[in-house]
C-alpha cells in the first residue's frame, strides 16, 4: 500500500500544506498557527499541572485552584497548547483518523516546551501511556508511543515501555474528576523496573485533561522505583472557560 501511495505522490505531488491548519503553500507549521501557539503560551500556566486558566494570566510559578489543594504524585505537566482551535482537530486526526504523520508534528511542538522549561532538563527517559493489547488491536497504533519516540529523538532520551494497561476502562468522558480517577486507578501497573529505577522519568500522552491517567500512571512509576515524574502532553485542557473541553474523551485512550 506505502508504494502504491509513494508512487501517486511522486506522479501527482500534493500541494504542501500546514499540517494544523491546512494553509496551503507552506512547508510545516505555517507562521499563522505558530503566532496563534505562541499567544496561548505566553498568557501563562499552573506551575505544576500546566493548564490554562479560564481567563487572565498566571502569574509566575503561581498555582491553580485545584493545585493549591491537591498533591500530585507528579512533579509538574506540560502540554504544547490549549486542547482547543488547532491543536484539537490535529489530534482529532491523528488519533482517531488515522493521520500518524502528524505525530513528528505534534513531537516537535512538545519536545520545544520541554526544551524551554527548565523543570525538564533533569528528565533522563522517555515512557508512553500504554493502551491495552486490545485497544491497541482496534486502533493499529499507541498515539502517545508514537509522541514518545518523536519526542525523545528531539530530546536525547531512551524510550522505555515501563508501564502496561490491565483492563480496559470505560470512556472518561461526561464522568467527574472523581469518578475518572476511580475508573483508571489500578488499571496500569509497572513494568521494567530496573531500566527506570532511581530515575527522572518523562510520561508522555496526548491530552492532560483532569489528570485522572496522569496521577495513576505517575503513581504506578513511583511504585516501579521511578524517582520522579514530568508529564509531557500533546495539548491541555483548561480548567473552565472558553478553552474547556472537559467532555472530551481524552483520559480513556
Not at 505558530?34 to 499552573?46: D, E, M, N, P, S
Request: hydrophobic share 45%; glycine share 10%; net charge positive.
Amino acid at each position: 500500500m506505502w508504494v502504491w501511495e509513494a508512487l501517486l505522490n511522486l506522479l501527482f505531488p500534493r500541494t504542501p500544506r500546514c499540517p494544523l491548519c491546512g494553509a496551503a503553500g507552506t512547508e510545516g507549521i505555517c507562521e499563522v498557527c505558530r503566532q496563534v501557539l505562541a499567544l496561548f503560551r505566553r498568557r501563562g500556566v499552573c506551575a505544576c499541572c500546566g493548564r490554562y486558566p479560564a481567563e487572565g494570566d498566571v502569574s509566575p510559578g503561581a498555582l491553580c485552584p485545584v493545585c493549591r489543594r491537591e498533591t500530585w504524585p507528579f512533579v509538574a505537566a506540560r502540554g504544547a497548547g490549549p486542547f482547543e482551535i488547532l491543536l484539537q482537530k490535529a489530534i482529532h486526526r491523528f488519533k482517531y483518523g488515522g493521520h500518524r504523520s502528524l505525530a513528528p508534528v505534534l513531537g516537535s511542538l512538545m519536545a520545544e516546551v520541554a526544551r524551554k522549561d527548565s523543570l525538564y532538563r533533569a528528565v533522563e527517559v522517555c515512557i508512553p501511556v500504554p493502551l491495552t493489547r486490545a485497544r491497541l488491536s482496534a486502533r493499529g497504533f499507541n498515539q502517545a508511543e508514537l509522541l514518545a519516540g518523536e519526542v525523545s529523538r528531539r530530546l536525547g532520551l531512551e524510550v522505555v515501555e515501563a508501564l502496561a494497561k490491565v483492563r480496559e476502562t470505560p470512556p472518561q468522558a461526561g464522568l467527574a474528576r472523581d469518578g475518572r480517577a476511580c475508573n483508571i486507578e489500578g488499571a496500569l501497573v509497572p513494568l521494567s523496573a530496573d531500566r527506570i529505577r532511581g530515575r527522572r522519568v518523562l510520561l508522555v500522552d496526548d491530552v492532560f485533561t483532569t489528570g485522572a491517567t496522569a496521577a495513576a500512571a505517575a503513581r504506578a512509576l513511583l511504585r516501579g522505583g521511578a524517582r520522579e515524574v514530568y508529564v509531557l502532553t500533546a495539548a491541555t485542557v483548561a480548567q473552565r472557560g472558553p478553552y474547556a473541553r472537559a467532555d472530551f474523551d481524552a483520559d480513556s485512550h
